[in-house]
C-alpha cells in the first residue's frame, strides 16, 4: 500500500518530463494515487498527452489559467469524469522574458499584471474552484522560490510574484482550514525546466547553489515529488500556511 493509495490528484504544471509536476505525478503514481492532469492549452497538448498516457491518468484536460470560464469548464469537467478531489498541484508560472533580466525597477506594467495573475491569483481562483470538490484533509501544494524571500539576481519580477504566492498560502491555509483542506507552499531550489531557462544566468545559480548549500548538490524534480508526497499524505496532517524548504538548506546560509 502506498503512501497516497486512495486519494485523488489533480495536477496543474506539467508541460513536459522535465517539469517539476512531472516529477511529482510521477512520484504521485507510484505512492497509490488516481491523476487527473491539466495543461496550459491547445499548444501543449500533442506533448502533455502521451504524458499523462504513460502516468496513467484518468482524465487529461486543458485549462488556461488566466481565463476563469476556462477553469469553470475544466472543474465541470474534473467534477463529472473525476470526481471529488484529495490533493491539488498548482506547478504553474510565467513572466515574459524581458522581466527576468537586468534591473527590476524596469518592469513594464503589462508584464507585472500577466505574471502575477498567472504565478500568483491563479492560485486563489484554483482554490476557490477546487474547494466545492476536495474532500476533507484535502492537500493543496504550490512551487515557490527562494527568490521570494531575498533578492536573487534577475529573478526580478517573479521573484515579487513567489511572495505573493507564498503570502496567498497563508491566507488560503485560513480560508480552507474551517474545511479542514490544507494549503502548503514548497520552495524549491533551482532545477533546469523550461521555465528556469528564461531567467537570465541560470547556469550561474545552478553552479553558486552546487558551491554553496550545506549539502553541495542541486535538487531534482524526484527530491520535489518526494516532499509533495508527504506533504500530500495524511503525514503532514497538522502542517498548513506553511512554506517548506527543499533546497539542499541552501535558504539557512548567510556569509
Ligand atoms: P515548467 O515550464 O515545466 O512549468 C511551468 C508550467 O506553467 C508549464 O506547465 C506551463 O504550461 C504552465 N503555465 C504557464 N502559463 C499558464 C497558464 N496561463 N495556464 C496554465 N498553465 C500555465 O517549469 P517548472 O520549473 O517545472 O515550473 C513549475 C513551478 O515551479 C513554477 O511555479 C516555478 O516558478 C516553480 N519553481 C521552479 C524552480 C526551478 O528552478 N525550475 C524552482 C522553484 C520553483
Redesign the pocket.
Known amino acids: 500500500m502506498g503512501l497516497l493509495t486512495g486519494k485523488k490528484a489533480l495536477i496543474?504544471?506539467?508541460?513536459?518530463n522535465?517539469?517539476?509536476?512531472?516529477?511529482i505525478a510521477k512520484k504521485f503514481k507510484e505512492e497509490g494515487a488516481e491523476l487527473a492532469i491539466?495543461?496550459?492549452?491547445e499548444k501543449?497538448e500533442s506533448r502533455?498527452v502521451p504524458i499523462a498516457e504513460e502516468l496513467g491518468a484518468k482524465l487529461c484536460v486543458p485549462?488556461?489559467?488566466?481565463?476563469d470560464e476556462?477553469i469553470k469548464r475544466a472543474f465541470g469537467v474534473i467534477a463529472g469524469d473525476f470526481g471529488n478531489i484529495d490533493i491539488l498541484i498548482?506547478?504553474?508560472?510565467?513572466a515574459p522574458g524581458e522581466a527576468l533580466k537586468g534591473r527590476y525597477i524596469d518592469t513594464a506594467r503589462d508584464a507585472f499584471k500577466l505574471s502575477m495573475?498567472?504565478?500568483a491569483y491563479?492560485l486563489v481562483a484554483l482554490c476557490k474552484a477546487a474547494e466545492p470538490i476536495m474532500n476533507e484533509w484535502g492537500s493543496v501544494i504550490?512551487?515557490?522560490?527562494?527568490?521570494a524571500e531575498k533578492v536573487v539576481t534577475n529573478y526580478n519580477l517573479?521573484g515579487v510574484?513567489?511572495a505573493a504566492?507564498e503570502c496567498s498560502t497563508r491566507y488560503l491555509a485560513c480560508d480552507l482550514g474551517e474545511k479542514k483542506i490544507r494549503v502548503n507552499s514548497?520552495?524549491?531550489?533551482?532545477?533546469?525546466?523550461?521555465?528556469?531557462?528564461g531567467?537570465g544566468g541560470?547556469k550561474n545559480?545552478l553552479a553558486h547553489i552546487e558551491e554553496r548549500s550545506p549539502l553541495h548538490q542541486n535538487v531534482t524534480?524526484e527530491d520535489?515529488g518526494d516532499t509533495a508526497a508527504f506533504l500530500a499524505s495524511d503525514l503532514s496532517k497538522m502542517i498548513t500556511g506553511e512554506t517548506l524548504h527543499v533546497d539542499c538548506g541552501y535558504n539557512v546560509i548567510g556569509i
Do not use: E, Q, W
Open positions: 496543474f504544471g506539467i508541460a513536459n522535465k517539469s517539476i509536476a512531472y516529477g491539466s495543461y496550459a492549452g501543449l502533455v485549462c488556461d489559467v488566466t481565463c476556462d498548482h506547478s504553474i508560472a510565467y495573475d498567472i504565478s491563479s504550490n512551487m515557490s522560490y527562494f527568490g517573479m510574484a513567489k504566492l514548497i520552495s524549491a531550489g533551482p532545477i533546469k525546466t523550461l521555465a528556469a531557462s531567467i541560470f545559480i524534480i520535489v
